[in-house]
């Protein structure tokens, strides 16, 4: 699945997402694209509780680097600014949400039209288009 997306969700039974991402004991990363979805890993966790100890989080952000996005079911402001500043799109869902169903809606965003940090996300995954430049090339200019 070469042009795939990361996508992890916080989630303790990896069926549906019912974790706090500051909080969570685990995520399920997904390799997802228009047509298709992989199971990649599952990244553990202690006993995190929610107390507004922000030094656990990095941890979860290096294993959560190169995912396009990471679904939970809370997620604090500070962690939200951190997630983004490095590329990760937060989306808050339904408690009990499940996974396989939150990757069909993913897919169709996909295939109609990407949202803002999809689209984003899915021009930084496949990078600049070396052919791009000969096109621009052989363009007519004008000055």
């Known amino acids: 699945?070469?042009?795939?997306?990361k996508v992890a969700f916080a989630s303790s039974d990896m069926v549906c997402v019912n974790q706090?991402?500051?909080?969570a004991?685990?995520?399920?990363?997904?390799?997802?694209?228009?047509?298709?979805?992989?199971?990649?890993?599952?990244?553990?966790?202690?006993?995190?509780?929610?107390?507004?100890n922000e030094?656990?989080?990095?941890?979860?952000?290096?294993l959560l680097e190169g995912c396009a996005a990471v679904y939970c079911q809370a997620v604090g402001a500070s962690a939200i600014k951190q997630l983004i500043s490095i590329g990760i799109q937060p989306v808050k869902v339904h408690e009990d949400s499940l996974i396989k169903d939150?990757?069909?809606?993913?897919?169709?965003?996909?295939?109609?039209?990407?949202?803002?940090?999809?689209?984003?996300?899915?021009?930084?995954?496949?990078?600049?288009?070396p052919s791009r430049f000969n096109q621009m090339a052989d363009e007519e200019w004008q000055e």
Do not use: C, P
């Open 1 to 5: 699945m070469e042009t795939a997306l």
């Open 20 to 23: 706090h991402f500051g909080s």
């Open 25 to 52: 004991k685990a995520f399920a990363i997904y390799a997802v694209n228009r047509d298709e979805s992989q199971f990649v890993e599952v990244a553990q966790f202690g006993q995190l509780d929610q107390d507004g």
């Open 55 to 62: 030094d656990k989080l990095a941890v979860k952000f290096q």
């Open 102 to 129: 939150l990757i069909i809606d993913l897919q169709a965003e996909m295939k109609a039209g990407a949202s803002s940090w999809l689209a984003k996300a899915i021009s930084k995954h496949k990078g600049v288009d």
